[in-house]
């Protein structure tokens, strides 16, 4: 019985805790660069990369964190130059990677499509002890790079041209955070898929704008968010049998919903006082015109 509570839920659970504090200390940088999107068009490079590890034997995870890598620099890249606008260029990040991945997962020997479902939607509950390792020491490298850069990214994400005058590797800092997301985005491809993985990346954030407000504190509340909604969902799933990938975003954007509703009930119980002053509040003496006796 423990070694089926550990296989069945600790390993998940520790893969989802990984992605649930990672992501959203990622998605605060796209978010305050108006790129939410931009990790399901990394998302279908990754599953290029996923198919050519399947039609190579190789190993997926490795191949997909390549394949992403080379996708996000060369998106960063066309979009520094001002060719290609960043809208045309995650469309052909899209359809570009997903047909790829499609192709090439079509050719490999193991084409089955359980095998390709669990990169599109997750599979925590197939993660081995080899391959959370890697989802570790990757998500510690990119905690590692997005706290201890945390006041250049935000410089660069906030205002480019200012961090560019104040002297900043402005390209070099774009294209580690483009290498960043990709990182993020592989290795979240077996916790939440890689259909779902902007989700984890962006609901957190967007939960903790409701009721935060300066840089820092959002984001260490976007990942407090993160690993309650990752630790829940894993819960709930193996509670109701359901998709841990799937339940884990439905938490998170259950989070959501209630903390716009409790922020926006809170704003109102703080006007009320100040509207009751107003209207117990003696008027003014009213000034007489100059025809007035």
């Known amino acids: 019985m423990n070694l089926l509570l550990h296989d069945l839920v600790l390993l ?3 893969g989802a805790l990984v992605i649930g504090l990672t992501a959203p200390a990622l998605g605060i940088y796209l978010v305050q660069r108006r790129l939410s999107l931009i990790g399901d068009g990394i998302g279908h490079v990754a599953l290029t990369g996923v198919g050519v590890g399947l039609l190579l034997d190789h190993h997926p995870v490795v191949t997909a964190v390549v394949v992403a890598v080379l996708g996000a620099v060369a998106v960063e890249l066309v979009r520094e130059r001002g060719r290609t606008s960043g809208d045309l260029a995650l469309a052909l990040l899209f359809y570009g990677g997903i047909a790829g991945g499609v192709v090439l997962v079509g050719l490999s020997e193991d084409s089955s499509n359980a095998n390709l479902m669990q990169y599109l939607f997750g599979s925590l509950t ?3 002890g080899p391959e959370l390792t890697v989802i570790a020491i990757l998500g510690a490298a990119v905690l590692l790079t997005t706290l201890g850069l945390r006041p250049a990214l935000f ?10 005058v104040s002297g900043l590797p402005v390209r070099t800092l774009n294209l580690v955070l483009a290498v960043t997301t990709a990182v993020t985005v592989t290795i979240a491809m077996r916790t939440v898929g890689l ?7 962006v ?3 967007a939960a ?3 009721v935060t407000r300066g840089f820092r504190t959002t984001m260490a509340t976007a ?10 969902g894993v819960l709930a799933s193996v509670q109701l049998d359901t998709a841990p990938g ?4 439905i938490v998170a954007i259950a989070i959501f919903v209630a903390l716009t509703a409790a922020g926006g009930a809170w704003r109102t119980l703080r006007r009320m006082p100040a509207q009751r002053r107003a209207e117990h509040a003696e008027p003014p003496d009213v000034v007489l015109g100059a025809g007035a006796r």
């Open 126 to 128: 197939t993660t081995s």
């Open 12 to 14: 998940p659970l520790a």
């Open 223 to 232: 990942m407090t968010i993160g690993v309650v909604a990752a630790a829940t």
């Open 195 to 201: 259909l779902l993985v902007s989700a984890l990346m």
């Open 246 to 249: 799937a339940t884990i975003v």
């Open 208 to 210: 903790a704008q409701q």
């Open 203 to 205: 609901v957190p954030v």
């Open 155 to 164: 410089a660069v994400c906030n205002d480019e041209e200012y961090a560019r």
